[in-house]
Nanobody, 122 residues
Framework: QVHMVESGGGLVQAGGSLRLSCAAS???????MGWFRQAPGKERDFVAG????????YYADSVKGRFTISRGVVKNTVYLQMNSLKPEDTALYYC????????????????WGQGTQVTVSS
């Protein structure tokens, strides 16, 4: 079973930047990957996705133009560069393998990591 480890979150003021990292517990280079976030009392929402090769990316409208997803080729790591952060970006951020058709977690995925907390103050 694939497990994810997220890191890079922190506390920043509005307009600041953070770079999140996601590492899989085993090689998952053949998976498309995505970032998701969940604020207290809310559902987990899709943020950004990237194909297994890194050739295709997709973003939620709320982060388009501000966030950039990428993946490493040496290590199985996915990144999320977050610029121009807003208070509404405050959430616990998770990564997961995704289906490129829907950009939703693959049906067999059950191993959400602990996530990394991003807090943006106004």
């Amino acid at each position: 079973q694939v497990h994810m480890v997220e890191s890079g979150g922190g506390l920043v003021q509005a307009g600041g930047s953070l770079r999140l990292s996601c590492a899989a517990s085993r090689r998952t280079f053949n998976y498309a990957m995505g970032w998701f976030r969940q604020a207290p009392g809310k559902e987990r929402d899709f943020v950004a996705g990237i194909s297994w090769s890194g050739g295709s990316t997709y973003y939620a409208d709320s982060v388009k133009g501000r966030f950039t997803i990428s993946r490493g080729v040496v290590k199985n790591t996915v990144y999320l560069q977050m610029n121009s952060l807003k208070p509404e970006d405050t959430a616990l951020y998770y990564c997961a393998p995704v289906d490129v058709g829907s950009w939703s977690p693959i049906r067999s995925f059950r191993s959400w990591g602990q996530g990394t907390q991003v807090t943006v103050s106004s």
